[in-house]
T-cell receptor
Framework: EPEVTQTPSHQVTQMGQEVILRCVPI?????FYWYRQILGQKVEFLVS????????KSEIFDDQFSVERPDGSNFTLKIRSTKLEDSAMYFC????????????FGPGTRLTVT | GENVEQHPSTLSVQEGDSAVIKCTYS??????FPWYKQELGKRPQLIID?????GEKKDQRIAVTLNKTAKHFSLHITETQPEDSAVYFC???????????FGQGTELSVKP
């Protein structure tokens, strides 16, 4: 069964550094999402992406964040200047249609900002 | 604004008992209600979902009920087993968009 994959599984970075989290969504899916989960808390929506552009973003997704689909398979989340409070698990998800359709989650990238 | 409330936050049951987790949502346009199971350190995995045109859906020991008038939906797990122990999240899209708003999660512990 196809799966969403993410790399790296764990990223440690110093405050102020840039990080890029990578995701490979399921190949025939058209909608892509990033969520984050601070340890012990609920999953929070960051951004959705369709047709090569952002379709919606949350308040968390400020100017420090950006997303890109550089080629036909990868979907990346960049944090330009990391803060301590960016430490969390970041999940990529994809779905075939945008609404009422199962979202398949990747295994996550644990980001630790020191 | 968009909100999904989930209760209880923790639930402990004996093996073989039933477990019920409840969620309420705020946006009456929501039409899709998935439930995810998350084991420690793992990804959320969909276990069951329901759409607004039905009131109940069952898959073996798991069932979900939906009350659109009251804007709440519930997860029912019967004959619980220790491997059901995990955190369960409900979710809803706030309108016709794709993003999911998650509840706060319920940590289910099934004691042998």
């Amino acid at each position: 069964e196809p799966e969403v994959t993410q790399t790296p599984s764990h990223q440690v970075t110093q405050m102020g550094q840039e990080v890029i989290l990578r995701c490979v969504p399921i190949s025939n899916h058209l909608y892509f999402y990033w969520y984050r989960q601070i340890l012990g808390q609920k999953v929070e929506f960051l951004v959705s992406f369709y047709n090569n552009e952002i379709s919606e973003k949350s308040e968390i997704f400020d100017d420090q964040f950006s997303v890109e689909r550089p080629d036909g398979s990868n979907f990346t989340l960049k944090i330009r200047s990391t803060k301590l409070e960016d430490s969390a698990m970041y999940f990529c998800a994809s779905s075939y249609t945008g609404t009422g359709s199962e979202q398949y989650f990747g295994p996550g990238t644990r980001l630790t900002v020191t | 604004g968009e909100n999904v409330e989930q209760h209880p936050s923790t639930l402990s049951v004996q093996e073989g008992d039933s477990a019920v987790i409840k969620c309420t949502y705020s946006d009456s346009a929501s039409n899709y209600f998935p439930w995810y199971k998350q084991e420690l350190g793992k990804r959320p995995q969909l276990i069951i979902d329901i759409r607004s045109n039905v009131g109940e859906k069952k898959d073996q020991r798991i069932a979900v009920t939906l009350n659109k008038t009251a804007k709440h939906f519930s997860l029912h797990i019967t004959e619980t087993q220790p491997e059901d122990s995990a955190v369960y999240f409900c979710a809803a899209p706030p309108y016709q968009g794709g993003k999911l708003i998650f509840g706060q999660g319920t940590e289910l512990s099934v004691k042998p």
